[in-house]
């Protein structure tokens, strides 16, 4: 197995009036599994992105009880979301003579070094874990494989991470980086507009940001439970005096650079029944790419974005808002995690009251138990912490995250409101 | 504040020349009038490929603004911290583009909704000049 396709476009369910999920509830989730959590790669191998999704995968097949014989499809993302090692440091002896398996890791780099010998169908999806778990759960849904690892390794590597250097621009760029306009900027500026819409501030995002690490000390998997608890232990204080990146951003709104691999084993229905856990459903998947008018996003395009993702959602699980249970979106910037919430409508959040909601119990001991994982931000970057914990939740597994609420359905995406990946996810699969 | 210099390509060039002569403009759709920026090759609107450079004011109002700290652009990271803004055009408030606001200070008071007017700016990288804002006091 030389090289693996993109996964095709047209089946990503992208646009709305699609109808419930053909294939609802046919895939189910039955194997989850994580590396260990390192700030950055200290170049040793064994801790190479690759080495750990083999191990993140080997994790997954004993979570669901079973061998790799049985796997007969993988989906990665096959990126990083740091930089690349670089030939300049010099490539390692085979299979680590390229950046497959440092810097990102193939789905062919994992078949062959894993030694998935059944394996007849591979694909890959671009730029997320989340992009990778909706084509496996089309993939595994439509029959075209029945058991599958889809898995992602986010790597970060010694250096400082994504510099733009140079003095010219060309290309879509020439627009933006002259005046420094990127990605940290347009969810900055969006969350002012955010805030001057709808008058709130930045000192109220306080409550939820706590609230996630609050999270992340409850989630073993996570960077900071494993590597750096105190900063778990962030104040109202600290918060406030943290400094700025793009203000109204700071520093703790920005989840960390990581290295870790991850891995979901997704399974038909009837076959996930026979294994060791609950099957966890999926009920939809749903894919988000917004087209904005200009250079840049406003607030009534987030906004615009955020509505239709929630009604992709619902619309192909056959689930309303207030049947949502759990509910996990990405908090990568917590500065955009309003969107969704509003969007979605969870718990009754209208546009504009996201803040209010913040203000009130959104603990997992509570009766609004918002991002149970703690995300991102309370477990370091991977954009799949949200799915990991949604179904540790279904479940019943999550441990001292576990809510106290009802926990049978729960959505989960990646990343933005412009460029995201959902599952819509239940403990039944109708 | 010195910038990357735009490299213009075969949509851009003409936005750019503009810039270097003094002059603002916008691309306009000659099958159905939509004004569009960035310029694309096809109307985002009906799909056409036939466009003009439409002369705009050159007066907008600042739309909203964040303000740098730690940027990822090297070429600017010694002007830190600074303003970003997003200027909507008077003519079109739809179309927008991006400003340090040269002359406003970099505080919490920058002047949302305020009259900008456009200057225009050399470049670090080349001759190429950008579109730069100033608040009309
Ligand atoms: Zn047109």
């Known amino acids: 197995m030389a090289s693996t396709e993109w996964f095709q476009t047209d089946r990503y369910r992208a646009k709305e009036g699609l109808g419930v999920w053909e294939h609802k509830g046919k895939a189910a989730i039955a194997g989850l599994g994580n590396s260990p959590t390192t700030r950055r790669w200290d170049g040793d191998l064994s801790t190479s992105l690759g080495a750990w999704a083999i191990l993140a995968a080997e994790r997954a097949l004993d979570d669901a009880g079973i061998t790799k014989d049985e796997i007969d499809g993988v989906v990665s993302c096959p990126q990083g979301m740091g930089d690349e090692w670089g030939a300049e440091r010099g490539y390692f002896a085979a299979p680590y003579d390229t950046e497959d398996g440092l810097s990102g890791v193939s789905a062919h780099w994992l078949v062959k070094n894993m030694g998935l010998e059944n394996v007849k169908t591979t694909y890959h999806a671009p730029g997320c874990m989340s992009t990778a778990l909706v084509a496996g759960a089309e993939v595994v849904g439509s029959g075209e494989a029945k058991t599958i690892l889809v898995i992602r390794g986010t790597g970060n590597m010694p250096g400082r991470y994504h510099q733009t250097p140079g003095d010219t621009v060309g290309g879509p760029q020439q627009w933006t980086n002259p005046w420094g306009w990127q990605l940290i900027p347009q969810i900055a500026f969006g969350f002012d507009q955010y805030c001057r819409k709808y008058g709130s501030n930045h000192d109220r995002m306080a409550p939820f940001v706590l609230n996630q690490r609050r999270n992340g000390s409850m989630f073993p998997e996570g960077f900071y439970y494993q590597n750096r608890p105190d900063d778990l232990n962030l104040t109202v204080d600290d918060y406030l005096a943290s400094r700025w990146i793009c203000k109204p951003m700071n520093i703790n709104d920005c989840d960390l650079p990581i290295q870790t691999a991850g891995a979901f084993l997704i399974t038909t229905g009837e076959r996930a029944r026979q294994m060791k856990k609950k099957p966890v459903y999926i009920l939809n998947h749903v894919q988000q790419r917004g087209v904005v008018r200009s250079s840049l996003e406003t607030l009534d395009e987030t906004e615009e974005f955020s509505l239709s993702i929630a009604k992709k959602c619902y619309e192909g699980s056959g689930l309303t808002a207030s049947e949502v249970d759990v509910f996990n979106p990405y908090d990568g910037f917590t500065l955009f995690t309003q969107s969704f919430l509003e969007g979605f409508g969870w718990h009754g959040v209208k546009h504009g009251e996201a803040h209010d909601f913040y203000g009130d119990d959104i603990r997992v001991e509570g009766p609004h138990p918002f991002s149970s994982s703690g995300g991102n931000n309370g477990n370091g970057r991977t954009r799949w912490w949200g799915f990991y914990d949604s179904v540790q939740q279904l479940r019943g597994e999550a441990g001292a995250r576990q809510v106290q609420i009802k926990a049978e359905t729960a959505i989960a995406g990646a990343f933005t409101p412009q460029i995201s990946d959902w599952l819509v996810l239940g403990t039944s699969p109708d | ?137």
């Open chain 2, 1 to 137: 504040m010195p910038k990357m210099s735009p490299v213009p390509d075969e949509v851009s060039q003409g936005f750019w020349d503009a810039c270097n002569e003094g002059r603002l403009v916008v691309q306009s759709c000659n099958a159905c009038s939509w004004l569009q920026h960035p310029p694309r090759p096809e109307c985002y609107n009906c799909g056409s490929t036939d466009s003009v450079w439409r002369e705009m004011s050159g007066r907008g109002k600042i739309h909203g603004y964040c303000t740098m700290y730690d940027s990822r652009i090297r070429a600017l990271q010694e002007h830190q911290p600074f303003i970003i803004a997003v200027i909507e055009l008077e003519d079109a408030p739809e179309i927008k583009m991006f400003s340090h606001l040269p002359g406003t200070p970099v505080d919490d008071n920058v002047p949302v909704g305020a009259t900008v007017e456009v200057v225009y700016e050399d470049t670090k990288g080349s001759d190429q000049k950008v579109a730069e804002w100033k608040v009309v006091s």
